[in-house]
């Protein structure tokens, strides 16, 4: 039952996770695009006959480029904040990782090593069937966790 939980939350968590994944990767490109705006007025602005003029030549740009800097630290503070809100993900994803590990190692029956036979050598390729089919299903949404438990089967093998 806390197995079932846990795995719903680590479900939720997960889709959270690459939705706010998707969400950065939009917000970075918007701060690349206005970068590269801000060079190309910035660029405008540079005139070489700026110093022999008595008027400011690009006013317009100069508002404009004054704006895109506000807008980009605007940005960049709701890039920091998706930043730690990713952190805390990574942080509970990792957490219920090792929930769900210790609990199942709990929970999982035994196989007695001492006794070699026909019926425990099918049982140990059931489970190891299962156990691979798991980390199959693992591997797009948590590569992570694919891997731990990818390693606990060989330590066990």
Not at 21 to 29: G, I, N, R, V
Not at 36 to 47: I, M, P, R, V
Not at 87 to 107: P, Q
Request: hydrophobic residues 35%; charged residues 30%; negative net charge.
């Amino acid at each position: 039952m806390i197995n079932d939980f846990l795995k719903k939350y680590q479900e939720e968590l997960i889709s959270d996770k690459i939705q706010l994944k998707e969400d950065m990767d939009l917000l970075e490109t918007k701060i690349n695009e206005e970068n590269k705006f801000l060079a190309l007025l910035e660029e405008s602005n540079e005139s070489y006959f700026k110093e022999f003029t008595p008027r400011d030549i690009n006013a317009k740009n100069n508002e404009k480029a004054a704006e895109i800097k506000v807008i980009l630290e605007n940005l960049n503070k709701e890039m920091n904040i998706k930043n730690q809100q990713m952190k805390f993900y990574d942080g509970r994803l990792v957490e219920i990782n090792a929930l769900l590990t210790n609990t199942a190692v709990i929970n999982r029956p035994g196989v007695d090593n001492n006794i070699v036979n026909n019926d425990s050598l099918d049982n140990s390729n059931d489970y190891l069937k299962n156990a691979l089919s798991d980390i199959n299903n693992y591997i797009v949404l948590d590569p992570y966790r694919a891997k731990i438990e990818l390693e606990k089967i060989i330590s066990e093998l």
